[in-house]
């Protein structure tokens, strides 16, 4: 018997963060977040960190776990959200998957291997070096000729998951959209629904013009400027998100305050159009459209995807 899980995903500010406890108190679910922000200590504010209150005594895993100098990335989540699992399933729970990076969600799903070819990272330190040397766009440019297709998968200024599939190829030979297509294929290990949740365009980017003007409004500078006064550097993985890369240009003196909110409302909307594009690549998916609807409106259309999947939807599923 597979084990179920629910995903429940959607791009940035589409209105995930309370539908999911909703689901979670209906179906007797435990939240794992799939969000590469939410797990770092002190970043509340720029990630929409779901809020005690918010959680509504609902148990939540992979938030406030790590040191913003701490390296997360799709192994270690893996890691994480599996050994999540396995305590949500020993109490009889479901496990509900949340949040907006769509390759974490993959690779869960899936269960995609990205274990490493062998032990010499010298190419790697090579590219790295380039990257320092010469830019992100030099090595997307690499990419565009040994694999275009994961340059269409891959945003330009992402150098590690550039460097990783430059580096794939170099070792293997072989185009790692090419791998990881073959991964997908793969049947998954668990009784799953993968819901997406949508609204119409314009609607997500007033929401996202409204989130991004609420987290200002809630001290989002002052939080860039703890951080920074931590040390914490645009170099860092964690400080290369949205909300924190921008201020911090505008901290560092390289563009005005006006000017970074700009960059940031628009950088924003183009994110949740890629993480929209993500997700309508990806099969075996349902889409939820919350426009219109109440809360208790979209449990009912949720419940019925669940029982159609074969989950004892509207009670509990274990």
Same mark, same amino acid.
């Given at each position: ?19 999911s406890?909703?689901?979670a108190? =209906? ?15 002190g970043?509340d ?6 809020? +005690?209150?918010?959680?509504e005594?609902?148990?939540? %895993?992979l ?20 050994e999540a699992?396995?305590g949500?399933?020993? *109490?009889?729970?479901l ?11 993959q ?5 995609i ?7 010499d990272?010298s ?8 990257? =320092? ?8 440019s #690499? ?8 340059a269409?998968?891959?945003?330009e200024?992402?150098?590690? *998951? ?16 090419? %791998?990881?297509?073959?991964?997908r ?11 997406? +949740?949508n609204r ?5 980017? *007033?929401r996202?013009?409204?989130?991004v ?7 989002? #500078? ?5 951080l920074k ?14 909300g ?12 005005d ?6 960059? #940031?409302?628009?950088?924003?909307? %183009?994110?949740?159009?890629?993480q +929209?594009?993500?997700f309508?690549r990806e099969?075996?998916?349902?889409w939820?459209?919350?426009?219109q ?13 669940l029982?159609?999947k ?9």
């Amino acid at each position: 018997m597979k084990k179920p899980l629910l995903i429940l995903t959607g791009p940035t500010a589409v209105g995930k963060t309370s539908l999911s406890v909703k689901a979670a108190k =209906k179906f007797h679910g435990e939240i794992i977040s799939a969000d590469s922000m939410q797990v770092y200590k002190g970043m509340d504010i720029g990630s929409a960190k779901v809020t +005690l209150e918010e959680m509504e005594g609902v148990p939540h %895993h992979l938030i406030d776990v790590l040191e913003p100098w701490e390296e997360f990335h799709v192994v270690r989540f893996k890691q994480m959200a599996k050994e999540a699992m396995k305590g949500i399933y020993e *109490r009889g729970h479901l496990p509900i998957l949340t949040g907006g990076t769509g390759f974490y969600i993959q690779a869960l799903l899936y269960d995609i291997d990205f274990t490493e070819n062998d032990a010499d990272f010298s190419y790697r330190k090579n590219l790295e070096t380039l990257a =320092k040397e010469r830019g992100a766009s030099y090595l997307y440019s #690499l990419l565009q000729v040994r694999d275009p297709q994961a340059a269409e998968e891959i945003h330009e200024n992402n150098i590690k *998951r550039i460097i990783r599939a430059l580096e794939f190829y170099e070792k293997t030979g072989t185009p790692i959209s090419e %791998h990881n297509r073959a991964e997908r294929e793969k049947e998954s290990p668990y009784l799953f629904a993968y819901v997406v +949740l949508n609204r119409e365009r314009q609607e997500l980017y *007033r929401r996202i013009d409204l989130r991004v003007d609420q987290m200002l409004a809630d001290g989002l #500078l002052d939080e860039v400027k703890k951080l920074k006064a931590l040390g914490y550097t645009k170099d860092m993985v964690s400080m290369q998100g949205l909300g924190y890369k921008e201020l911090l240009a505008y901290l560092d003196g390289e563009t005005d305050y006006e000017e970074a909110v700009r960059i #940031l409302k628009r950088d924003t909307r %183009h994110f949740a159009k890629r993480q +929209l594009t993500w997700f309508k690549r990806e099969r075996q998916t349902d889409w939820l459209s919350l426009d219109q609807k109440t809360e208790e409106e979209a449990l009912e259309e949720l419940a019925g995807i669940l029982q159609s999947k074969g989950f004892a939807a509207g009670r509990r599923v274990l």
